[in-house]
């Protein structure tokens, strides 16, 4: 069990290595494609407020101003499939700073709850099924 779950819990770290690129590279520079990375009735939660399913989702990006993310830290680990109905599910953990168009920088948190779904070409694809972002500000002082 042991060596099984830990070659779950490589590929889990590499996949969620490559999403955190694709990710905050799609949200600075291809907004607009952001969408494509969640499921259907997916659910952020930013700063506490819930925005739920692909529309609500495109609406909320859409009013974002600009960004330009720095992810310092990245973390991961596999959810137990026995907690998920047999879905492959991974915990992904960044922080950083951000700063968006007209605004100071701030640091953040962000976690993600990605689940696995097969492509039409029959390859794996990592879907984000929760997001949850929220400012780390300590001081008023950056």
Request: with cysteine; hydrophobic share 35%; proline share 1%.
């Amino acid at each position: 069990m042991s060596v099984d779950f830990k070659t779950y819990a490589d590929q889990a770290c590499r996949a969620a290595e490559e999403f955190v690129s694709i990710y905050y590279n799609t949200m600075d520079k291809r907004r607009r494609a952001l969408i494509r990375l969640y499921l259907d009735r997916a659910t952020l939660i930013w700063n506490g407020n819930v925005v739920t399913g692909l529309n609500e989702l495109r609406h909320f990006f859409e009013m974002l101003p600009s960004s330009q993310f720095q992810v310092n830290m990245l973390d991961c680990q596999p959810v137990h499939e026995h907690a998920t109905q047999c879905h492959s599910t991974v915990l992904v953990v960044t922080s950083g700073t951000v700063k968006f168009d007209g605004n100071k920088q701030h640091y953040f948190n962000q976690n993600f709850l990605l689940t696995a779904q097969t492509a039409s070409n029959n390859n794996t694809v990592w879907k984000i099924a929760s997001d949850c972002f929220r400012f780390q500000d300590w001081s008023n002082s950056h």
